[in-house]
């Protein structure tokens, strides 16, 4: 849940600002209250704040029917919030799932409302791991490995709304031109370089395909795991969630550790191999299937690499563009080494 943070007003004229509107439809703000400070916006699609209530509780509240004024923001407001939505309806009988995720302070589903807990501005692992917050950060990676893993074994199978399909696998495509995409020049010419490199495109065609089915988060990186009490990792911003390859979220967070290691060829560090081993004891992948799901899940974490790398071009505006191209190239480095790494996570994922 990170963006831009800014303060916003709630008293400006006689309209309520929309965090208090959406307060006081679900009952957490009463009619004459008013918030202890104003609320920090955090809003792309659809509106979200962090507020701190009269109680002195810090939550934050996402709202579908207020989308904040174009920005270059993608995606539709009711189809992030809705997903949103669908995951905490699911939680309520998925176990696995309700404890993946922060527990809810309201959920409307027919106005479109969900407030969660603030874990604080310091939550996300990415931060954490920063600040070293996390004494055992293998122990950690291990959590949330078994969290994603009893996730998606708890839901494989189940008749799921389709999960958006992750931007590389989008743009690299023969078929599409790049220059009809709507992205930024610098992006279409990082797209040209990596359409250019016959195994990326040939990895991107075998993920098209999914091998596996369940619920997926889809956009998992250490900025959407926040670190609750504990410390335990609980997993925010399930926008772009749905039913998926199970391949393509394990590959998302493996991308992460690669990012750590110094190079291509040094493999996973220890948190990272953690995190598979505990996604393996949760899964319970068969030892017949070990091998190709490993495969996948290497093929996914190349795939997210070259992600990072799009993602960055397309903020070059802000100097980002050498690292852009590094980010490209550690995904051609790590592909150059797929074997070690797929025989890597298999060692880690068998049972």
Known sequence: MIADATMVRTDAGTTPHPSVTALRAVGLLGPTELLRAEPTDLSRAHGVWAVHLPDDRRVVVKSGAFTPPADGSTGSAQEGLGAELFVQRMARWCLPLQDAIPSPAAVDEEHGILVVEDLGAGHPASLALVSD??????????????????????????????????????????????????????????????????????????????????????????????????????????????????????????????LRGR???????????????????????????????????????VLRLAQFALEVAERSEHGDEEQSHELAGLAIGHQDHLSALTEELRSCLAR
Not at 245 to 252: K, M, R
Request: proline residues 7%; contains cysteine; aromatic residues 4%.
């Open 133 to 258: 917050t996390i004494g055992d950060e293998d122990a950690f990676f291990r959590l949330l490995g078994a969290r994603v893993g009893a996730v998606h074994r708890a839901t494989a199978g189940l008749p799921l709304p389709p999960a958006r399909p992750p931007l590389v696998l989008h743009v690299l495509r023969t078929v599409e031109r790049a220059d009809s995409l709507g992205l930024a020049l610098t992006t279409r010419d990082l797209i040209a370089f990596l359409r250019a490199q016959p195994a990326l495109m040939a990895a991107a065609a075998r993920l098209r395909t999914p091998a596996g089915r369940a619920l997926v988060h889809h956009d998992l990186k250490w900025d959407n795991v926040a670190v609750a009490p504990g410390p335990s990792p609980v997993i925010v911003d399930w926008e772009l969630a749905g039913a998926g390859d199970p391949a393509w979220d394990l590959g998302c967070l493996v991308a992460e550790h690669l």
């Open 263 to 301: 190079s291509a060829a040094a493999g996973l560090p220890s948190t990272g191999r953690e995190l598979v081993r505990g996604y393996g004891e949760a899964a319970r992948i068969s030892s017949r299937a070990t091998g190709l799901f490993a495969e996948r899940v290497a093929l996914a974490a």
